[in-house]
């Protein structure tokens, strides 16, 4: 994940009224399909013109209209007014990402979450899904096309469980239910990395390596703040009446509540590992660069008396007796040879050479 999508946030000009809405770049206008159900049937469509959806939220049905795409800031204008839409809600929804939350106006209930999805082996994406849950219509808006809610929509096609024999609240909580899920898998994917990167540390601490462990850490500190504000928001959900969410939901939003206490346990555990990595990874080439000075500071040490016995045969003074014996070459040779040899026994001794000399001797003491 790019570290500037942690940072990412659009906020309109400085000193613009309340509820300016700013497309974001790069964002692809706005598809919208609806499923509207009861418990005798489901019919799903497109909607190409706005004000098709006048119609839509009918008595006696549960209508959810999912929009994807925030590219068409008129269209999705235009949309909020057909549903009246609180201009500081439809805000939040489209200026995104915002932190999560569940805030509460007059029409609607606004819930903003953020959705996790694997792209690749390395590469995790988050955007925001915000969900407005009116009397008898749910409106779900996410910034790109595609997400993880495909479940959903086969619950509701197949009608399985109580799905199509609830009310709207009931769906938006498996939409935020559904997303909370959807992070299982993408930190399982997280895990199955620090594993990989935790042989790499000590085997292979290279700075390839420290930048894997920095990228999961980026997406680590994502996936938090995913999830622990989300948790406030189901917590809140539990604790304010409201009269969008019955009573007979709040048992399922107690097992959502729970998956996230789960996540966020998960995620922090996560955080400590690749911490405790990280002080591995400095701890583990710390030693080899102090190995590596080990080495050549012994043989310096054992160069310097080498170099001292040289340097006096090569003064260039007349009056020196060794010089003219035959015997001195092979003497200063010999010499020379027994003081590295004495060296490399005195390392050894002292157990700077990777012996056991000097555990020996505190075995005796």
């Known amino acids: ?170 769906l938006a909580y498996a939409i ?21 990167i935790e042989d790499l540390v000590l085997t292979r601490p290279t700075p390839a390596t420290l930048n894997r462990l920095n990228r999961v850490k980026t997406d680590l500190v994502v996936m938090r703040r995913g999830v622990w504000p989300q948790q ?24 959502t509540y729970d998956h996230c206490s789960q996540l966020v346990d998960v995620v922090d555990s996560h955080r400590e590992l690749v911490n405790g990595l990280m002080n591995t990874y400095l701890s583990v080439t710390s030693n080899r660069t102090n190995e590596v000075m080990k080495v050549l500071t012994i043989m310096a040490s054992i160069f310097i008396p080498l170099t001292f016995i040289a340097g006096i045969y090569g003064m260039n003074f007349q009056d020196m007796p060794e010089l003219t014996k035959k015997w001195a070459y092979p003497a200063v040779l010999g010499v020379m040879t027994a003081t590295g040899i004495g060296m490399l026994l005195f390392f050894r001794h002292r157990g700077w050479l990777g012996g056991d000399g000097a555990d020996d001797e505190m075995d005796e003491e």
């Open 176 to 196: 935020i239910d559904t997303i909370i899920d959807g992070y299982y898998p993408v930190i399982d994917r997280l895990s199955t990395r620090i594993m990989r």
């Open 232 to 255: 406030e928001t189901v917590g809140r959900l539990l604790r304010d009446p409201s009269r969008f969410i019955s009573e007979s939901v709040k048992p399922y939003l107690r097992d």
């Open 1 to 170: 994940m790019n570290k500037a999508a942690i940072f990412r946030k659009r906020h309109p000009p400085a000193g613009s009224r309340p509820g300016t809405l700013v497309a974001p770049e790069g964002s692809p206008p706005p598809k919208i399909r609806v499923m509207r159900y009861d418990p005798a049937g489901v019919e799903e469509f497109d909607i190409t013109d706005p004000e098709q959806l006048r119609d839509v939220a009918s008595p006696g049905h549960v209508a959810w209209i999912d929009v994807q795409g925030l590219g068409d800031v008129a269209r999705l204008r235009q949309v909020g007014a057909i549903f009246d839409v609180h201009l500081l809600a439809l805000e939040d929804v489209v200026n995104a990402p915002q932190r999560p939350k569940a805030e509460e106006f007059e029409k609607q209930l606004l819930l903003i979450a953020r959705m996790a999805t694997i792209k690749s082996e390395t590469l995790i994406e988050v955007e925001q899904v915000a969900v407005l849950l009116g009397d008898n219509y749910v409106i779900s808006v996410q910034e790109t096309y595609g997400d993880c809610l495909d479940p959903v929509r086969v619950r509701i096609r197949e009608g399985l469980g109580r799905m199509r024999k609830s009310g709207p609240d009931y």
